[in-house]
């Protein structure tokens, strides 16, 4: 397995492209993800989007399009966190190697995921890499899930199976996503009312 950083060298902020590589050889290799992945982060902007195209071809590479800001240290602007680093890496590979391992052969491709498919996906990813020992404010993750599937305890429930599953199928996910929103009130319907 090749993982590929660019750029190199970074001039508006303060990464290192060595340790993005290390952190995601260690993630993939926890992950058993054995294909090439480049990495390509756009160092003049703030935002941190993450996204992951995921090719068809065994022989053609995993490409992260990350932000900067998706790996910044949120205390000090502009340098690189390995925290940070690894939890939005781990995010989106986890994401490549479901889809790749099987299972989620029919989700949608992550520009047509709705906003709770997101949010249950990144809350099962998240889960998977706390039990790798990657530090992660749980709290902010559940709060991402109830803004999406409505705060009640039947979203707590939905919420913290998928943090402590594993080997979930789409089929599987998609439905706990939707158990939660059938039952909890979404705060996304609450405006306007």
Not at 86 to 98: F, N, P
Not at 104 to 109: D, H
Not at 131 to 140: D, E, K, S, T
Not at 157 to 163: I, T
Request: proline share 4%; hydrophobic share 40%.
């Amino acid at each position: 397995m090749n993982i590929t950083v660019t750029p190199a060298t970074f001039s508006y902020v303060e990464f290192d492209a060595d340790l993005t590589t290390r952190v995601a050889r260690e993630l993939a290799a926890s992950m058993g993800l054995d294909r090439d992945v480049r990495i390509e982060i756009d160092e003049t902007t703030p935002l941190a989007k993450i996204i992951v195209d995921v090719p068809t071809a065994a022989n053609e590479p995993i490409v992260v399009h990350a932000d900067s800001g998706a790996f910044e240290d949120t205390r000090r602007p502009r340098r690189q966190s390995e925290n940070t680093t690894a939890t939005s890496l781990g995010r989106v590979l986890y994401r490549a190697t479901d889809r790749l391992q099987g299972g989620f052969g029919e989700a949608p491709a992550d520009g047509e995921l709705t906003l709770a498919q997101m949010a249950a996906w990144e809350t099962y990813s998240v889960g998977r890499l706390a039990r790798l020992g990657i530090p992660v404010n749980q709290q902010r993750w559940r709060y991402n899930f109830r803004n999406r599937h409505g705060f009640s305890d039947a979203g707590d429930e939905s919420f913290a199976l998928l943090w402590s599953s594993d080997g979930l199928t789409w089929g599987e996910l998609q439905a706990i996503s939707e158990r939660a929103i059938s039952v909890g009130t979404p705060a996304r319907a609450q405006v306007g009312t």
